[in-house]
């Protein structure tokens, strides 16, 4: 009995790495056939979307999260063949942050960050797709934080996203202001850590893309 316990313990626990390694490099995680084409609205992103329970929020069981944690542009863009077959009427795009905790340079991340827009204009013609800027952070509570996450390369960052968004003539949703404090930083009652979101802070950003999630916006 002893025995067979452990090989069953043995058996979760890999399966359950097998799950985080798979999210961990991007790779598809492809969602069950019967939401396929039911499907209005998608959140993509790391684990500032992936915390966020949007469809709750809206009331809508058709709005799918497609945000995973860890993830930078290029995870995202390795597995949107998952969000393609979904085929949303509007897409929710925050990437970014995790790329400047990683070191990349900006350029980098905007080539990248250019690559999905430009396949989802080409697969998905019809989808009215939402630039989301990238949130401050706070630096008075984010510990141990790499050097090259910081509010001025996130504005640097966001400033090119503006320009990606205009250049796929979609829509840009800036929300970094709007939840700074007199600091500049990313409002202590919308954090729980300097980074991630409180339940303030979600409301904040699902407040703001409400009248998009709703009646949409201009491709």
């Known amino acids: 009995?002893?025995?067979?316990?452990?090989?069953?313990?043995?058996?979760?626990?890999?399966?359950?790495?097998?799950?985080?390694v798979v999210g961990s490099v991007g790779v598809s995680l492809a969602p069950a056939q019967v939401e396929e084409g039911a499907t209005s609205v998608v959140f993509l992103?790391?684990?500032l979307t992936e915390e966020g329970n949007w469809s709750a929020y809206f009331g809508k069981s058709t709005i799918k999260n497609r945000g995973i944690g860890g993830d930078r542009t290029y995870n995202v863009l390795s597995r949107l063949d998952g969000v393609i077959r979904l085929a949303p009427e509007k897409l929710f795009l925050m990437v970014g942050v995790n790329d400047l905790g990683e070191g990349?340079?900006?350029?980098?991340?905007?080539?990248d960050y250019s690559k999905i827009l430009e396949r989802?204009?080409?697969?998905?013609?019809?989808?009215?797709?939402?630039?989301q800027s990238a949130l401050p952070i706070s630096t008075r509570r984010l510990d141990g934080a790499p050097d090259t996450i910081t509010n001025a390369r996130i504005m640097s960052l966001n400033q090119e996203l503006k320009k990606l968004a205009q250049q796929y003539k979609m829509t840009y949703i800036d929300l970094y202001p709007l939840m700074l404090n007199q600091r500049g930083d990313l409002m202590d009652d919308a954090t729980y850590?300097?980074?991630?979101?409180?339940?303030?802070?979600?409301?904040?950003?699902?407040?703001?893309?409400?009248?998009?999630?709703?009646?949409g916006g201009a491709r």
């Open 45 to 47: 992103g790391d684990s």
């Open 193 to 215: 850590d300097g980074l991630h979101l409180s339940a303030k802070g979600y409301k904040i950003w699902m407040g703001a893309v409400a009248q998009y999630v709703r009646e």
């Open 1 to 20: 009995m002893i025995l067979v316990a452990a090989i069953a313990v043995s058996i979760i626990a890999l399966a359950i790495s097998a799950y985080f």
């Open 104 to 111: 990349r340079k900006i350029p980098e991340i905007v080539a």
């Open 120 to 131: 989802i204009t080409k697969e998905l013609p019809a989808a009215k797709v939402f630039v």
